[in-house]
């Protein structure tokens, strides 16, 4: 079973705020991802990492920002969060391996409404 | 750059039918994988079947199964037996290239219908 916890689930906050969502994993990953992903629709991916101290903006452009300080641990800030940025967020890790079986193990999501 | 191509945005199937889940792809890889997940309107992503481009075999989980037509380059997930918790979003996957992040498809809904 999948070991990957996001918080919060859900999370309605006004124009101008500044949240963090958390992501853990306790499964030793060295790969990390954030999605975002609109009611039925696709998944972007905004943000990854291949370790510590390793990040890289995804396919789609976010006013987001991310940390990985710890292989467990890789948040996503919003500095001054915007109605635009209401969607769902969902946290990923996966094993670094060559070839072979690297399937990603998902967090519950956060689903964020801006108002 | 790698592609996934999901042409069916959604798809309905009686109840204990069996249902064909398309999917494409599009890779310079010669050595790749395929995934399939399952997501609930809970939100949550479920990885459901795995596909290595060397397997000699479809793979089968279960009620799942790949249909996999590696020159047609595509990875068509059956259900077999649909339940009504199966109505759900279905995302196919295949990593960027190496080590990269999972590229997902732009999903199909499937719903169960009694």
């Known amino acids: 079973e999948a070991d990957i916890y996001q918080t919060p689930r859900y999370l309605v906050i006004g124009t101008g705020k500044k949240i963090t969502l958390e992501c853990s994993q306790t499964m030793g990953h060295d790969k990390m991802y954030w999605y975002q992903q609109d009611p039925g629709m696709e998944l972007h991916l905004i943000h990854y990492s291949y370790g510590v101290n390793s990040t890289e903006k995804g396919d789609l452009s976010s006013e987001s920002t991310v940390s990985r300080i710890r292989t467990e641990h890789f948040p996503l800030t919003l500095e001054s969060a915007r109605p635009s940025h209401t969607s769902q967020y969902l946290c990923?890790?996966?094993?670094?391996?060559?070839?072979?079986?690297?399937?990603?193990?998902f967090g519950q999501g956060t689903r964020l409404t801006v108002v | 750059a790698q592609k996934i191509t999901q042409t069916q945005p959604g798809m309905f199937v009686q109840e204990k039918e069996a249902v064909t889940l398309d999917c494409t792809y599009d890779?310079?890889?010669?050595?790749?994988?395929l995934f399939w997940y399952k997501q609930p309107s809970s939100g949550e992503m479920i990885f459901l079947i795995y596909?290595?481009?060397?397997?000699?075999q479809n793979a089968t989980e279960g009620r799942y199964s790949l249909n996999f037509q590696k020159a047609r380059k595509s990875a068509n997930l059956v259900i077999s037996a649909s339940q009504l918790g199966d109505s759900a979003m279905y995302f196919c996957?295949?990593?960027?290239?190496?080590?990269?992040?999972?590229?997902f498809g732009k999903g199909t809904r499937l719903s169960v219908i009694a």
């Open positions: 996957a295949i990593p960027a290239s190496g080590n990269t992040p999972l590229v």
């Open positions: 990923a890790s996966s094993e670094l391996s060559i070839g072979g079986k690297r399937e990603a193990f």
């Open positions: 596909q290595g481009s060397y397997d000699e």
């Open positions: 890779t310079s890889d010669q050595s790749y994988g």
